[in-house]
T-cell receptor, first 114, second 111 residues
Framework: DAGVTQSPTHLIKTRGQQVTLRCSPI?????VSWYQQVLGQGPQFIFQ???????GRGNFPDRFSARQFPNYSSELNVNALLLGDSALYLC?????????????FGPGTRLTVL | EDQVTQSPEALRLQEGESSSLNCSYT??????LFWYRQDPGKGPEFLFT???AGEEKEKERLKATLTKKESFLHITAPKPEDSATYLC????????????FGKGTRLSVIA
């Protein structure tokens, strides 16, 4: 069974540009969550989607947005990139959105903003 | 505010030298505590979920335990391939985030 997949693997952008990151969950999983991980820190929650609806939002500016498609895949968009947006962006999928659901992570997208 | 603190930040062990990693948490109500392993540049790999105080789970050389205030990840006779960052995360009843992570413990096992 395929795990969570993310694309692209690496991305280099310049300040002010926009970026779209993509995630495909494990087959049968209906919830997708996005996390940002900077070097030396644990992942920080950005968004959670379940059945195409936003179920939670972390403490990130409005430059960050996301959506979930009917096939449960998801996109994370970041506008007006800043140097501080450089990080590993992780997608996690789970069967449901509640606390009893283990989250399984993809390999991440490494974003570098110059 | 829900908080997770992991200690030590880094740990260096000789192969076969057993030790424990600590995860202390302050949450409004714990729904679950999760342990992950993360290799450099990769996504976290799920290890364990613990739901209630007194619960224990084992997998190969790893054993996770849970009390009302903290969790321990015990590593018995570690091997160099156990070298990684170990992350602890909590899911809180009143929180609006799926998981709140600690900063992790970087484990190095030397042959």
């Amino acid at each position: 069974d395929a795990g969570v997949t993310q694309s692209p693997t690496h991305l280099i952008k310049t300040r002010g540009q926009q970026v779209t990151l993509r995630c495909s969950p494990i087959s049968g999983h209906k919830s997708v969550s996005w996390y940002q991980q900077v070097l030396g820190q644990g992942p920080q929650f950005i968004f959670q989607y379940y059945e195409k609806e936003e179920r939670g939002r972390g403490n990130f500016p409005d430059r960050f947005s996301a959506r979930q498609f009917p096939n449960y895949s998801s996109e994370l968009n970041v506008n007006a990139l800043l140097l501080g947006d450089s990080a590993l962006y992780l997608c996690a999928s789970s069967l449901g959105s509640g606390g009893m659901n283990e989250q399984f992570f993809g390999p991440g997208t490494r974003l570098t903003v110059l | 505010e829900d908080q997770v603190t992991q200690s030590p930040e880094a740990l260096r062990l000789q192969e076969g030298e057993s030790s424990s990693l600590n995860c202390s948490y302050t949450v409004s109500g714990l729904r679950g505590l999760f342990w992950y392993r993360q290799d450099p540049g990769k996504g976290p790999e799920f290890l364990f979920t613990l739901y209630s105080a007194g619960e224990e789970k084992e997998k190969e050389r790893l054993k996770a335990t849970l009390t009302k205030k903290e969790s321990f990840l015990h590593i018995t006779a570690p091997k160099p391939e156990d070298s990684a960052t170990y992350l602890c995360a909590v899911d809180a009843e009143a929180g609006n985030t799926p998981l709140v992570f600690g900063k992790g413990t970087r484990l190095s096992v030397i042959a």
